[in-house]
């Protein structure tokens, strides 16, 4: 095994490095500003327009919403604050259940949390890493009730408000079958398309599949606004109630104004917007290039014993936000990730499952988790940024 991480790490270093020097920490996303970045936020400057109403708040909810291949958009501070939102706009109440992955970032599940309702924990899928959808169509044969109010957990008495489905690392998850198991039950889908900015499911894209998607701008998220969100919708009266929700619920006009109910100030300002505006016309060429990059992974890792580079599926096609490879155990895992770090590569280990973290011990679960538990156990994300290409194209 030791041999051939230290084959594995050794191609990595060469690869990256040649243009990048030994003493310099590579990343495993940093942000690049190559376009319109400083003329637009000059231009946001200069028109004094910084804060929570301006152009660029305007364009960027219609540009990332077609991305998105929908209709409406409404930008945000943060991605968790626009998952609140989105959860709150499929009806999720206090007490309920949401259902959601284990393996994820804890965002998803904060959001659920800040709803007052519980995340139920559930198992992944072993190619695409999502939901598993066989696993949630038993349990909500096998341990769910129709009742009056909803489709009932029998074991909690909670009612099952929604299920969130996140794209893991920018990869797709089924949602066909995901779809239509919900459909069946008759439950919400929130989409958490935050790391699939620009993927696509079977030639449809990412964050406008189910009723409600949404987007993260973060800054180690494909692109940036420094920090933001978005919500991803079809649904007129659905974009209208969570612009109003995420705008402190203001009505009226002018100096007669009030506001209808505890509403948040979760909207985007437009500095952040203007940055996202210049951001998002590079987003065609960020994706090709981390595809580009991904396909040199692939074949740098193709004839490496214990590592493979993780693929998107043939119906896929990803936006390859995090780039990842998979090792056989924990052990191979750690070395590799040791080996990686001391020679400032800073590759990283997938996520802590939801519930082992201290957050969320004693949470709901379906099941034993053993896939997404094996899943964390074995996958590492590699360096992804795009400025990685720059090295690349020499070779
Ligand atoms: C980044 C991320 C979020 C939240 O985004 P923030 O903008 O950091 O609040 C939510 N879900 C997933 C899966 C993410 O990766």
Known sequence: MSDSIERAVDALENFIREDISADTPVPLHEPSFEGNEWKYLKDCLDSGWVSSIGSYVDQLEKETAEVCGTKYGIAT??????????LIGVGTQANDIVICPALTFIATANAISY???????????????????????QFLKEECVHHSKGLVHRQSGRRIAAIAVVHVFGHP???????????QYLIPVVEDAAEALGSHYKERPCGGLSQVGVISFNGNKTITTGGGGLISTNDEVMARRLKHLTTTARTGQGWNFDHDKVGFNYRMPNLNAALGCAQLEMLPEFIERKRR??????????????????????????????CAIRVPDIATRDYFLQLSNHKKLLTRPCWHLIPETNAYQNSLKIDNLSVAKHLAETLINIP????????????
Not at 115 to 136: R, Y
Not at 176 to 181: A, F, H, N, P, V
């Open 173 to 183: 998850a089924r949602m066909d079958e995901l779809l239509s198991i919900a459909q």
């Open 293 to 322: 990059l991904a396909k040199c992974y692939r074949d740098l890792f193709k004839d490496v014993d214990d590592v493979s580079f993780v693929s998107e599926q043939n119906w896929a096609r990803s936006n390859y936000w995090l």
């Open 115 to 137: 709803c007052g309702a519980v995340p139920l924990f559930a198992d992944s899928e072993n190619v695409t890493f999502g939901l598993d959808p066989d696993k949630l169509e």
């Open 77 to 86: 501070v943060n991605g968790v604050s626009a998952l609140h939102a989105a």
């Open 384 to 395: 992804s940024s795009p400025i990685l290409s720059v090295a690349m194209d020499k070779h």
